[in-house]
């Protein structure tokens, strides 16, 4: 509960059967019991005087300059509104003059927004610059000139709904700017709060401002993936979020994609995610992405188990009798032909943790190689290491055709096509 939704006299807060008062010099809210009984404002120090039944009926000013409202009072016990002339009835709402005490109905106070002895009260500084200000993201105005509360000048406040003006627009026009909403209980401290609070709702960072950056890897830099449990920022077997999307390539559309498996790989042991791409593509998907080492190994794999069906193929082509070519060649080429579909179905489920392993196993490599260099220099030989390039998938090709030449040498030195 803020400070101000309490009493600044007892410091409870309200309730909705409490009579509430503002201190028309600080603003600060008060019980209209605890302001009686303490004839003081506890934030401003500003002395005051009421006429209670507690004294009797003899209540004085509370200071030596102050005047004595008993006099000329209809009704110095206060039990009657010194506007109207009417004695109070039980269910009557009233309110009290914060300078002299004066009783009086509410309804009579909202009509003429003074009090009757008003010539006889006693002047009295006013407090400037209202802590209640201090706690608003905007600054408030002035209901009555529009113009900043805070701008140096004194303020005073309205008694009825707590509704700061400065004090030479009061004088000018001593009624609250807010007097048709006193029958509503308008409440200037809850609606200035409302209002605030909304204007705050409107002003919060939206959360998905926070992912606008220039590209994936910015937002990496800036706001690492942190753990839950400690707040540290989880790392991938040892690698950082930043040297990784580096790695993988800044601008690279498929980077996101990757950082999210492998980091979800390293950090909850998960070893399955599938790849279409290295199922259709091998192994020149593994040369661009610039796998080099897996990349000729499974060329090579690829070639040795392509070779003997395409050594039935070219025996069939060879003779015209069908049957021709002997059995053991045909279940040789069967069984290469299973092995090459498992080894595609393996790459299918398991490319992305092969590609995991072996992107850590080569920053770590670069670390080492770069540790004694600047950080610009060590994330750009990342770059370099890492980053897809297609002139790979060229020398993916050129391999290829090499060995298939290599195939062809052989078959025309056997005599296979005789």
Not at 261 to 267: E, P
Request: charged letters at 25%; glycine letters at 8%.
């Amino acid at each position: 509960m803020d400070k101000y939704e309490k009493c600044a006299v007892c410091g409870d807060g309200f309730s909705g059967d409490d009579e509430k008062i503002y201190c028309p010099d600080c603003g600060a809210p008060m019980h209209r019991d605890c302001y009686e009984i303490k004839e003081r404002c506890p934030v401003c120090r500003e002395e005051i005087s009421f006429i209670s039944t507690e004294s009797g009926g003899n209540g004085s000013s509370g200071s030596e300059d102050g005047v004595n409202m008993q006099n000329g009072r209809r009704f110095p016990d206060g039990n009657g509104c010194e506007i109207c002339g009417r004695p109070f009835e039980e269910n009557d709402e009233r309110v009290y003059c914060p300078d002299c005490g004066a009783a009086m109905h509410r309804m009579c106070y909202n009509l003429t927004h003074r009090c009757p002895y008003e010539a006889e009260h006693t002047p009295r500084p006013y407090f400037t610059g209202s802590i209640r200000m201090k706690r608003a993201n905007t600054k408030p105005v002035c209901d009555r000139c529009g113009n900043d509360l805070d701008n140096g000048e004194e303020k005073v406040y309205c008694p009825v709904c707590g509704t700061p003006v400065h004090k030479t627009c009061w004088e000018a026009e001593p009624v609250c700017p807010n007097e048709a909403r006193h029958a509503e209980g308008y409440d200037w401290e809850k609606e200035h709060s409302r209002i605030e609070e909304e204007k705050e709702k409107q002003n919060e960072p939206d959360p998905m401002n926070d992912m606008m950056f220039d590209n994936f890897s910015d937002m990496i830099m800036q706001k690492p993936i942190r753990s839950a449990d400690d707040g540290e920022e989880l790392t991938c077997r040892g690698v950082k979020q930043s040297e990784l999307v580096h790695f993988l390539g800044i601008n690279n559309i498929s980077t996101p994609r990757f950082f999210a498996v492998f980091m979800n790989m390293a950090n909850s042991g998960k070893v399955i995610s599938l790849n279409i791409s290295a199922w259709f593509f091998m192994p020149l998907y593994h040369f661009y992405r610039r796998m080099i080492g897996p990349a000729v190994l499974l060329t090579l794999a690829t070639f040795v188990l392509m070779v003997p069906t395409l050594i039935l193929q070219l025996m069939q082509m060879g003779n015209a009798e069908p049957g021709a070519p002997g059995l053991p060649m045909i279940t040789l080429a069967n069984i290469t032909y299973y092995i090459m579909l498992f080894m595609r179905v393996a790459l299918l489920l398991f490319n992305d943790y092969i590609y995991m392993r072996w992107s850590v196993s080569k920053i770590l490599s670069i670390r080492e190689q770069y540790k004694d260099e600047p950080s610009d220099v060590y994330y750009a030989a990342l770059e370099k290491s890492g980053n897809p390039r297609f002139m790979y998938v060229l020398g993916g090709l050129s391999l290829i055709f090499a060995l298939v030449y290599l195939l062809n040498l052989f078959i025309s030195a056997s005599g296979m096509m005789s």
